[in-house]
């Protein structure tokens, strides 16, 4: 199985309500889609599609999060959008803060961030990547009469590991997870735990064409065989009384 990783450039920023499948349709990089490509979608993107975009001089920082602010050195207005996405600080520590979101994400900063966006301003996550990227995967059928799957990705940080590496917030019309429990390795073995988050790999392949600067927000991932269910963001979240981390 050869498998294909092919970046797609948009030309100019995203704002909130542009029509995302047509900007695709008109790039100069675009040439074509086919029956079950994926296609990958930052997080940004989707953010400032669907105008998860905040002004800083609209924030009014709580005395939370100005202690905080002061004791890391930080702008108290992040400090509170970071607080107000929060489901749960997890931990402070080094001027990082890992929180829960409020989708059940465990990252750093609830995912409110300043890169790649206009200076006075910060971004959030989508409130509900799953439903935005189900959206997407109707509208590229409705616009091309392609079936395809559709995932958004962002960066994380892992335990035990340095550097980052992109994963699924959202996904649509792609099984999750490939479990192989059940089956046989190749000393006939019987496997018990091992599953493969499919949509992460994904997303990490993806980053690879897209790059972090260069206006290629999106990649066409070719010529991989999945299954085409639909499965809850859940899915992909470890509970935390499985999670020896927390």
Known sequence: MKISVIPISLDGEIKKGDDLISKILDSKSYAGLLDGDILVFTQKIISKQEGQIIKLSKIKPSLLAIGIASAYAKDPRIIQIILDESKRIIRMKNG??????????????AG???????????????????????????????????????????????????GQIDVAIGYSGILPILDYAGT????????HVTAIAIVDEICAASELVRGKSDQTPIAIVRNY??????????????????DLFR
């Not at 990082?96 to 900063?109: D, Q, Y």
């Open 112 to 162: 409110v961030d300043e890169s790649n966006i206009e200076s006075g301003y910060a971004s959030v996550l989508p409130k509900n990547p799953q439903r935005s990227a189900a959206k997407l995967k109707r509208e590229i059928k409705k616009k091309t009469g392609k079936d395809v799957a559709v995932i958004i990705s962002d960066t994380f940080g892992r335990p035990f590991r340095e």
């Open 96 to 109: 990082i803060i890992i929180s829960e979101t409020r989708l059940g994400f465990v990252c750093a900063n």
């Open 225 to 242: 065989k999945f299954k085409n269910k639909e499965r809850k963001l859940s899915d992909l979240l470890r509970i935390k009384a499985n």
């Open 184 to 191: 046989r390795d190749s000393f006939g073995k019987k496997l």
